[in-house]
């Protein structure tokens, strides 16, 4: 029996958005995974590592699931919700878990890693990057590229203009990358479908994804949620594109 919009948005209201977890949504939510796999590559560099950094690792989920870690393996995340959550995931492994605010610079001295990993940060700080990784070290990061779930945004905001949507583009990555004195040895993205099954999933995700539509609350933009969920009603699933690349740095 379908449900009514009030239950549904309150539902996505209600549910906790602690961690990086997005399991809540399955079933109500789907999102195509790029085709590089990034968890099996980050695995494989992981595991030739001698000590190596997660910057940002959100609620852990990622670093969790390498099947080895070097000798020393250290994460840093700023958000308090997420900070407890990577604890509780990545202290049974002896990974190192250091609150750090999202600005530079890095708390850990020049050439500490070999390795320095990120998915999905909110902003890449390249000189600190560069700074901390030792000569021949890696940098190996998967992003959210331009424009990623703009369809959604807009739906809230309105069109939004060029610069905004060219935000986080890989060409501006790469010349960040080179300009840090890095050099980039691979450099690929994908357009990607995500599809939202009801609007308590478009609740959620919001909630939790709190830079797509800054400030987001459902008394806020109830009008404009009334409204897609009427869409999503009469079409079956509201379709989004998110962009990924993936980039990877050499010293």
């Known amino acids: ?12 209201a209600a549910v906790s958005v602690d961690g990086w977890d997005f399991s809540w949504l399955e079933g109500r939510a789907t999102e195509q995974r790029p085709s590089w796999g990034y968890q099996r590559m980050m695995g494989e560099r992981m595991a030739t590592a001698r ?18 870690l070097p000798p020393l393996a250290v994460a840093t995340e700023s958000w308090p919700p997420n900070i407890a959550e990577a604890t509780r995931l990545l202290h049974p492994r002896g990974v190192v878990v250091v609150a750090d605010a999202d600005e530079p610079p890095l708390p850990f001295a020049d050439e500490a890693f070999d ?7 909110v902003t890449t700080w390249w000189p600190e990057i560069a700074r901390v990784l030792r000569p021949g070290g890696t940098y190996f990061s998967q992003q959210v590229g331009p424009a990623s779930v703009f369809e959604l945004v807009e739906h809230f905001l309105g069109p939004q203009p060029r610069e905004v949507r060219r935000k986080r583009h890989p060409d501006d990555a790469r010349a960040a990358a080179q300009a840090a004195g890095l050099e980039v040895v691979d450099l690929r993205s994908e357009s990607l479908r995500t599809e939202f099954f009801d609007i308590g999933a478009v609740v959620y995700f919001l909630r939790r994804v709190i830079w797509m ?19 999503i009603e009469a079409e079956g699933s509201f379709v989004a594109t998110t962009t990924r690349f993936l980039i990877e740095c050499r010293k």
Not at 1 to 12: I, Y
Not at 213 to 231: K, M, N
């Open 1 to 12: 029996m379908s449900r009514g919009f009030e239950e549904l948005v309150a539902e996505g």
């Open 115 to 121: 390795l320095v990993v990120s998915r999905h940060p």
């Open 213 to 231: 539509v800054p400030g987001f609350t459902v008394d806020r933009y109830r009008p404009q949620l009334r409204s897609l969920h009427e869409r």
């Open 51 to 68: 000590a190596a950094l997660d910057v940002q690792t959100g609620g852990g989920e990622a670093l969790a699931g390498v099947p080895e």
